[in-house]
């Protein structure tokens, strides 16, 4: 606050005058002082302007189902059914993958025949174009040795009768050598054909096998306790009670519903064996059947009152 002081003239006592303070140094209602120190206006300010936290994602899980995968929340599936569903989409990725790699051996194989019969096809038509040309050389060969042997063309003629010598010589070679190159193609062929053989014996043995695992799989699926010693008694049984060969016994794996019926058949055999009959309990002696006693009646006398019986037997006895 500032203060001006008037100056009087000599002999007159100065009056002091108070200058107005300006607006701007007026002092601030309590309310303002107030308001301006409290501080949870700020607080709340700044709370409109914080932004709300995003609500924490919730966890999920994962299957694999062939290939597509498929995410769902873990609170909405049990944990058994979560379980039961991974085991099943592993199985279904071992056998998409087993089946993939299936196709891919089988496409491999396709390729690999379809290059050896496009060559035995190029060696095949190489051989037949071979032998035709060797058939033409051989009969060029046969009019040049008529030439050649002809003793007029000798003396006759003798520069043509040399160089039908020479041209004879000529296609003797030639001929030699189609003859090879046919000799090689015929071995092509046959070495092809046992290729061809061997690949095939191979793939069935193959399939034969994947097709015995498979059976082997599929019985002890049905039969958890069918072990070694189980098989040898199977065969034992086919081939006592049915008349199998041991050979044929033995391919059961081949045939698992069969091998399952058998062994069903084995255990009931067993045990109807095992079980004792039962022994029907002894009888009881048969009371005696008492016989029917009846009155003897006493026989007339007279004649008259007897039957007819009676009067015969009476007649006898009179005779005696």
Known sequence: MSESVATAPEGEIAEEVVQPIAAEEQPRSPEEIAAALDPEEPAEAAAETTPEAAPEPEEEVEFDLGGTKLKVPKSAIPEDVAGKLHDWSKAAQRGHTQRSQEVADLRRAAEAELGEAQKLRRVSGEVQEAFGRGLAVKNEITALERAVADGNLWQTNPDEARRASDTLTRKRMELQQI?????????????????????SASQQR??????????????????????????????AY?????????????????????AIMAHKAMMWDRAQQQAQPLKPPPAAPAAPIKGLQTKAAGVPTDPEHMTMDQYVAWRKSQRH
């Open 179 to 199: 003859a090879e190159q046919v000799a090689a193609g015929e071995t092509a062929l046959e070495h092809a054909d046992r290729q061809r053989a061997d690949a």
């Open 206 to 235: 193959e399939q034969t096998e994947r097709m015995a695992t498979e059976g082997r799989e599929i019985v002890r699926k049905a039969i958890p306790t069918f072990d070694a010693t189980a098989e040898a008694e199977l065969v």
């Open 238 to 258: 086919v081939t006592k009670d049915y008349g199998l060969s041991e050979e044929q016994a033995k391919s059961w794996p081949l045939n698992p519903v069969t």
